[in-house]
């Protein structure tokens, strides 16, 4: 079932590995981000499903800003 779509990405220095940012739609009477982080996804990548990690946070901070989030 496709429940978005990636808008763009790259390749995250960062992380050691490729990047998208996506719009998500909660599933159908579910609201807020519990929903999305729970769920489990692949993308589409030249017609072959591949597993997808959702982070609501920045992979990288460098000074450290989300400590107290």
Same mark, same amino acid.
């Given at each position: 079932?496709? &429940? #978005?779509?990636?808008?763009g990405g790259a390749y995250g220095y960062?992380? !050691?590995s490729a &990047? #998208?940012?996506c719009l998500v739609d909660p599933a159908d009477g579910e609201t !807020?981000?519990?929903?999305?982080?729970?769920?489990r996804?692949?993308?589409?990548?030249?017609?072959d499903e591949v597993p997808a990690e959702v982070s609501l946070k920045?992979?990288?901070d460098p000074g450290?800003?989300?400590r107290n989030m």
């Open positions: 079932e496709v &429940v #978005g779509y990636v808008t960062s992380v !050691g &990047v #998208g940012l !807020g981000k519990q929903s999305i982080e729970s769920g996804y692949t993308v589409l990548v030249e017609g920045p992979f990288y450290n800003a989300r």
